[in-house]
């Protein structure tokens, strides 16, 4: 999700179709393993799990990758990700997952890295460079705050 605020008026798009866009147009319920997932059970700290007996790579529209973060949106959540990895990939438990983790939502943080997108966009800050920060640090922020910034002159435009 993209939050633009103009004119003080706080305006919601999907991140849906700024990551298509960087994605090259891959479908919503595409999947990413990663090699070394492949060849070990292992956890983002790189430890090995042996149950439940799942791969945890990036599933649905945020990629959601590593055990880790199966389990604690499935907390979050309530759904069984552990057990049911694959309901990353169902479109409103996709969508529930990418909200929850980029912003401040039950858990009151954001869940993918610490920080949310309320602190790079609110009534004092417009930072769309940063805020890529909330998944995956910087790679390809330029771009993606290209993107919002189309986004944001489109809406300006049809405001007439």
């Not at 999907?14 to 070990?40: F, G, H, I």
Request: aromatic share 10%; proline share 4%; glycine share 6%.
């Amino acid at each position: 999700m993209i939050l633009l605020m103009i004119d003080g008026e706080l305006i919601c798009l999907p991140l849906y179709y700024t990551k298509q866009e960087v994605k090259c147009n891959r479908l919503r319920k595409s999947e990413k393993v990663p090699a070394d997932l492949m060849e070990k059970k292992l956890k983002h700290d790189r430890t090995v799990y042996t149950f439940p007996d799942r791969l945890y790579y990036g599933r649905g529209d945020v990629q959601l990758t590593w055990y880790e973060n199966y389990e604690l949106m499935g907390k979050l959540l309530n759904y069984p990700l552990l057990k049911y990895p694959e309901l990353a990939l169902e479109p409103e438990i996709s969508a529930r997952i990418m909200i929850e983790g980029m912003t401040r939502g039950i858990s009151n943080r954001g869940d993918f890295t610490g920080v949310s997108l309320e602190n790079y966009f609110n009534n004092h800050k417009e930072d769309p460079i940063n805020a890529r920060r909330i998944i995956n640090g910087l790679d390809q922020a330029k771009k993606i705050a290209d993107y919002y910034n189309k986004f944001l002159n489109a809406i300006r435009n049809s405001k007439g």
